[in-house]
């Protein structure tokens, strides 16, 4: 019930909700990709209490490829009493015809005014508007870009705010945001299945072969009274295309064009990696080609290492069964 209701998410793209604190200077605190596929690697052990510390170990990772987004706006916040309310924004004056088609704008924009506003208001909270280029991407078959909101954390605010300003219309790569070895928290919405039974949805038990007519069903609907059925009654429904939160995930390797990683055949329902790409250790929710979004850790509860891990082998091997 933790995850009720179970319906489906309003967008393909995820949301954060918060995000963490930071101590560092002005910085990005999220960025996105696009989900490749999985594949496993050979790896070391770098967990101090576990029984295979130190030695080679076999490990799932996924692969995500995650070409260099935009900043297109810069946004500022203030903290009410019904939390956080946009005090103004400052758009890039040179927008791409791309997000034209998602976001309908003015061929002129002026900043003059935007910007004395942000800087004159009492906010605290900066964060700045960026999209993804899928059409550097041969795997995702679509132009028009998805835009994502990141919080610009650590520093003052109007050291944030000088900060945010200067990346307006500039391309950020993953580099700018991730290291090697670094956790990261990640959002996507979970493979769609459709409408689905008792069994499957809830995870239910089979009732009695000497059941009347039905195995895959509930034995009851509640008691007597109260005279409605509870929403904790198990029942059929929506299943999949759930936004899901998964926190603590290891980067295992930052690689470039120049690094391969494209198994023999290509990966299943995607195709080659031709950007930039993130190797992180076990799986993501979705299916290939989802957009994964990426977040510093907001309950950094892990092993804690001076050098990113060391990858003997990432397998290349053809996923073509």
Request: proline residues 8%; hydrophobic residues 30%; charged residues 25%.
């Amino acid at each position: 019930m933790g995850y009720s209701p179970r319906k489906r998410a309003r967008d393909h793209i995820a949301r954060f909700s918060s995000w963490p604190e930071t101590d560092d200077g002005p910085k990005l605190q999220g960025f996105a990709g696009y989900k490749v596929g999985m594949t496993h690697a050979f790896i070391v052990d770098y967990r101090p209490h576990s029984n295979t510390s130190g030695q080679e170990v076999q490990v799932p990772v996924t692969v995500l490829e995650v070409p260099p987004m935009k900043v297109t706006a810069v946004r500022v916040y203030e903290c009410g009493p019904y939390g956080l309310s946009s005090v103004g924004e400052m758009w890039n004056p040179k927008i791409d015809d791309d997000v034209r088609k998602r976001l309908p704008m003015p061929k002129t924009i002026d900043n003059t005014e935007a910007r004395a506003k942000l800087e004159g208001s009492s906010a605290e909270e900066v964060r700045v508007i960026m999209c993804t280029q899928p059409k550097l991407i041969t795997g995702v078959p679509k132009k028009v870009p998805d835009i994502m909101e990141i919080r610009v954390g650590g520093g003052a605010f109007k050291d944030r705010l000088g900060y945010a300003i200067s990346l307006l219309g500039k391309e950020i790569s993953v580099r700018d945001y991730a290291r090697e070895g670094m956790m990261v928290d990640v959002a996507s919405i979970t493979r769609g299945k459709g409408f689905q039974g008792h069994t499957k949805r809830w995870g239910v038990k089979l009732l009695s072969h000497k059941n009347s007519k039905h195995r895959r069903m509930i034995g009851t609907l509640g008691p007597k009274f109260p005279k409605y059925v509870r929403p904790t009654v198990p029942q059929a429904g929506q299943t999949g295309y759930h936004q899901r939160t998964e926190y603590n995930k290891r980067v295992l390797k930052i690689g470039g064009k120049e690094e391969n990683i494209t198994p023999d055949g290509g990966f299943l329902h995607y195709g080659v990696v031709r950007n930039d790409y993130m190797v992180i250790h076990g799986s993501l929710p979705g299916p290939s080609k989802r957009l994964i979004g990426l977040r510093d850790p907001i309950r950094p509860i892990f092993v804690k290492v001076s050098e990113p891990p060391k990858l003997a082998h990432i397998s290349t091997q053809s996923k073509q069964g």
